[in-house]
T-cell receptor, first 114, second 114 residues
Framework: GQQLNQSPQSMFIQEGEDVSMNCTSSSIFNTWLWYKQDPGEGPVLLIA?????ELTSNGRLTAQFGITRKDSFLNISASIPSDVGIYFCAGPANSGAGSYQLTFGKGTKLSVIP | KAGVTQTPRYLIKTRGQQVTLSCSPI?????VSWYQQTPGQGLQFLFEYFSETQRNKGNFPGRFSGRQFSNSRSEMNVSTLELGDSALYLC?????????????FGSGTRLTVV
């Protein structure tokens, strides 16, 4: 099935630094979603992308839908301690017979050093 | 607007027992999906229900089952529990099926099998 490869697996950064993470697939996705999960909670939707080449911001977060439709990037500017968590990319993968299921990457665990 | 509610939050069961988890979606959402989250495998899709019909099923054994009621509330059941079933079980709801518009997740049920 369609799989999403996320990198890096984990990051340790200094407070105030910018962060970049990405997600790639061997298959085309028509939608890219980015989620953040805090410890002990469910993932929360950060940004949704629906068009190739689209660049969308949500505060200090910016995500881009790759032109090839096989990748997406998430950038966080001027990181703060509350950015700590696991970031997931996700997209609806074709599971056959015209149905789709939301598939997730394995996540990027972000740690921010004050 | 109330979010997705999952009960119970924590559960400890013995190997061989069965368990039922409950999920109340956001009002108006007709799609409910279930995911299993473990440190090694990430978020694995279990199944999706839309208007009381199972729309999609992940690659899990038949011990994992679910259903959706006319008020969109959903339950998932795991029979003959194994140690490897210990995980965070997440429920997510959406207006439509397939994940295109993203899901809103509950806080999860942490199941420990001993």
């Amino acid at each position: 099935g369609q799989q999403l490869n996320q990198s890096p697996q984990s990051m340790f950064i200094q407070e105030g630094e910018d962060v970049s993470m990405n997600c790639t697939s061997s298959s085309i996705f028509n939608t890219w979603l980015w989620y953040k999960q805090d410890p002990g909670e469910g993932p929360v939707l950060l940004i949704a992308l629906y068009k190739a080449g689209e660049l969308t911001s949500n505060g200090r977060l910016t995500a881009q839908f790759g032109i090839t439709r096989k990748d997406s990037f998430l950038n966080i500017s001027a990181s703060i301690p509350s950015d700590v968590g696991i970031y997931f990319c996700a997209g609806p993968a074709n599971s056959g017979a015209g149905s789709y299921q939301l598939t997730f990457g394995k996540g990027t665990k972000l740690s921010v050093i004050p | 607007k109330a979010g997705v509610t999952q009960t119970p939050r924590y559960l400890i069961k013995t190997r061989g027992q069965q368990v039922t988890l409950s999920c109340s979606p956001i009002s108006g959402h007709r799609s409910v999906s279930w995911y299993q989250q473990t440190p090694g495998q990430g978020l694995q899709f279990l199944f999706e229900y839309f208007s009381e019909t199972q729309r999609n099923k992940g690659n899990f054994p038949g011990r994992f089952s679910g259903r959706q009621f006319s008020n969109s509330r959903s339950e998932m059941n795991v029979s003959t529990l194994e140690l490897g079933d210990s995980a965070l079980y997440l429920c997510a709801s959406s207006l439509g099926s397939g994940g295109t518009y993203g899901y809103t997740f509950g806080s999860g049920t942490r199941l420990t099998v001993v």
